[in-house]
T-cell receptor, first 110, second 114 residues
Framework: EDQVTQSPEALRLQEGESSSLNCSYT??????LFWYRQDPGKGPEFLFT???AGEEKEKERLKATLTKKESFLHITAPKPEDSATYLC???????????FGKGITLSVRP | ETGVTQTPRHLVMGMTNKKSLKCEQH?????MYWYKQSAKKPLELMFV???????ENNSVPSRFSPECPNSSHLFLHLHTLQPEDSALYLC?????????????FGPGTRLTVT
């Protein structure tokens, strides 16, 4: 069974304090790993898809990386508006299903 | 309208009521999904429709009944729900293909069962 574990559960940063969010996964035949951002009371917003180990993608202050066992979402010089829950999901094998982790709640203080 | 829309955004219903959730996607996708999101738990996939055919049903109780009349619309019919069914219900759509494909989510319906 596909498994996704995200850590830490919650992270509090000072504005400008860079950090990383971790997503560990156990799947058979990874097709893609996805990062989403979710604001309170809203649906998840798609950020990145990573297809293979070694791949990296960037968007503004966010950079996602992928290895054979885990993915990191690096946040450089975060701002209060980066506060949200960040979700990681995997798609594997012939399945159309996305398996999600529980998410990491990020809070950035001004 | 753009993206994926859901109505209503909030719903309060008694255990004996019948109600329906509506989802519409404006992205030209060929697959649609219903998810349940409860506090402190990962998103739970409920149903998958591909080209209007239900391709997955993840052991969801029969008090939840999906309907997909065309590739742009998806409904979730609710009846005799339980308080533990209170959650955020999310609709998503995607373009199914051989390579990995992301799903795009609507804003959700916050359901409270009293």
């Amino acid at each position: 069974e596909d498994q996704v574990t995200q850590s830490p559960e919650a992270l509090r940063l000072q504005e400008g304090e860079s950090s990383s969010l971790n997503c560990s996964y156990t799947v058979s035949g990874l097709r893609g790993l996805f990062w989403y951002r979710q604001d309170p009371g809203k649906g998840p917003e798609f950020l990145f898809t990573l297809y293979s180990a070694g791949e990296e993608k960037e968007k503004e202050r966010l950079k996602a990386t992928l290895t054979k066992k885990e993915s990191f979402l690096h946040i450089t010089a975060p701002k209060p508006e980066d506060s949200a829950t960040y979700l990681c999901a995997v798609q594997a094998g012939a399945n159309s299903k996305l398996t999600f982790g529980k998410g990491i709640t990020l809070s950035v203080r001004p | 309208e753009t993206g994926v829309t859901q109505t209503p955004r909030h719903l309060v219903m008694g255990m004996t009521n019948k109600k329906s959730l509506k989802c519409e996607q404006h992205l030209g996708h060929n697959a649609m999904y219903w998810y349940k999101q409860s506090a402190k738990k990962p998103l739970e996939l409920m149903f998958v429709y591909s080209l209007e055919e239900r391709v997955e049903n993840n052991s969801v109780p029969s008090r939840f009944s999906p309907e997909c009349p065309n590739s742009s619309h998806l409904f979730l019919h609710l009846h005799t729900l339980q308080p533990e069914d209170s959650a955020l219900y999310l609709c998503a759509s995607s373009q199914m293909r051989l390579a990995a494909y992301e799903q795009y989510f609507g804003p959700g319906t916050r359901l409270t069962v009293t």
